[in-house]
């Protein structure tokens, strides 16, 4: 029954392959032993004979979210064909969502990721637009940090969004500002009624 689960897991990355990683999936199997003995290394550091089960799922998270970070399916093939009773797909949706990469974020909740409020702030970090909204539809709703992120990456687009959903903590978006120097967007947050800005430690009307 796993190995059907393994099967339905892996025709579920093969789907997002594009024709140009398909071929790197053709590679010789002297090849493959070689990237898994690089993962499994990896994963196996600072372990004991005994396996320290926390240690290697760390691992397990750490290369889960940097393959989903940077788009690399190969990598992400190999982790789940291979370590999938162990993976935590909320890593794997953070760094889809903090490396913009909408497809994997749309594979990492299929199988199961549900942290909606911590990716959708990397997602506001990342600044993609359809991100933030795909977090936002499934439950995340941190607007006034979202706002914040916004403003320190002068994302005029995604303050408007934080600002439509409810977002109203003028102050937190004037820090937000006043952090990255956005000129304009401290002036809408002092329009908007911010008093206060905590990162400069100042009143609004210094700013």
Not at 8 to 37: C, T
Not at 65 to 71: E, H, L
Not at 163 to 174: C, F, H, P, T, V
Request: aromatic letters at 12%; glycine letters at 6%.
């Amino acid at each position: 029954m796993l190995t059907y689960f393994y099967n339905d897991l892996l025709f579920e990355v093969y789907h997002f392959i594009s024709q140009s990683n398909i071929l790197i999936l053709n590679k010789s199997s002297k090849r493959l032993q070689i990237i898994d003995k690089r993962i499994d290394k990896y994963i196996n550091q600072n372990n004991d004979d005994n396996m320290n089960n926390d240690n290697m799922n760390n691992n397990i998270d750490k290369i889960l979210y940097v393959s989903c970070r940077d788009n690399n399916i190969y990598i992400l093939l190999r982790l789940i064909k291979r370590y999938a009773s162990n993976l935590n797909y909320d890593y794997g949706l953070d760094g889809a969502c903090f490396g913009g990469n909408l497809k994997l974020a749309k594979l990492m909740i299929k199988l199961g990721a549900n942290n909606w409020d911590c990716c959708f702030t990397s997602a506001c970090v990342n600044g993609n637009i359809k991100l933030v909204m795909l977090m936002i539809k499934n439950g995340a709703n941190n607007f006034n940090h979202g706002l914040k992120i916004a403003c320190g990456y002068n994302n005029i687009e995604l303050v408007k969004i934080m600002i439509k959903y409810g977002a109203n903590n003028w102050d937190s978006g004037l820090s937000g500002a006043c952090r990255y120097n956005n000129e304009d967007l401290q002036s809408l947050m002092i329009e908007k009624g911010a008093t206060w800005c905590s990162y400069c430690e100042n009143s609004a009307f210094c700013h």
